[in-house]
């Protein structure tokens, strides 16, 4: 087999590299989404800083919440999550990520927040963004748990721990298609007037890709 190899957006023959076992060698030659990024496809937001409740139990209220709207003929691949602490005492327990998988359901209802282009200085809008961002959100139906996003303990404002923020990389591990929604929902003792932050980031790809 021949291999014809060019650099990105140059007529230039770039020359494979194979290891002693005939292993293609790879080598990353920009950040991991850099590209996308420069597409002007990867978006973010988060919670404002006033911060939300975690929540005690899963339903169909959300503290966190993207929604892909049925017509948006994309799908919302998801990179990133992120958590941090605000402020009065959490309880102890787990927050999840939790889907609404059906794509014929109502649309998701909440305070909307505000998206914006990883390609700062970039119009969302102007650069096709579909993905919609709640807070304090109602989903149409009660979701279906997905796996298990961070703890949470019995922490507040004067407990003596060093600066943190919980991030985890989900490259891709989740995809949205048009009707459905990825949320953040707690299973936690109620704690006293706990707050939190969450933001997530993702990019919006062809849903014929």
């Not at 060019?6 to 060698?25: E, I, S």
């Not at 939790?98 to 700062?120: D, Q, R, S, W, Y």
């Not at 995809?175 to 006293?192: D, F, N, R, Y």
Request: with cysteine; aromatic share 8%.
């Amino acid at each position: 087999m021949i291999l014809d190899v060019f650099k990105k957006g140059t007529q230039n023959r770039a020359t494979p590299q194979l290891d002693r076992l005939l292993n293609l060698l790879v080598a990353q030659g920009k950040p991991s989404y850099s590209e996308m990024v420069e597409d002007g496809i990867v978006f973010s937001g988060g919670v404002t800083g006033s911060g939300v409740a975690p929540g005690t139990a899963i339903g169909t209220g959300a503290g966190f919440t993207l929604f892909n709207p049925a017509n948006s003929e994309k799908k919302l691949v998801m990179l990133k999550a992120s958590a941090g602490y605000i402020s009065g005492t959490l309880g102890a327990g787990t927050v999840f990520y939790v889907g609404n998988v059906n794509n014929i359901a109502a649309a998701v209802t909440g305070t909307a927040l505000v998206v914006i282009n990883n390609k700062l200085g970039a119009n969302a809008a102007d650069k096709g963004n579909h993905g919609s961002l709640f807070v304090s959100a109602t989903l149409p139906a009660a979701p279906t748990i997905l796996r298990p996003f961070c703890n949470l303990s019995a922490l507040l404002a004067t407990t003596a721990v060093s600066l943190y923020q919980l991030i985890d990389d989900l490259n891709g591990e989740f995809e949205l298609l048009p009707g459905t929604a990825l949320s953040l929902e707690a299973v936690a003792a109620a704690g006293t007037s706990p707050l939190v932050t969450y933001g997530f980031t993702w990019a919006e790809l062809s849903i014929k890709g």
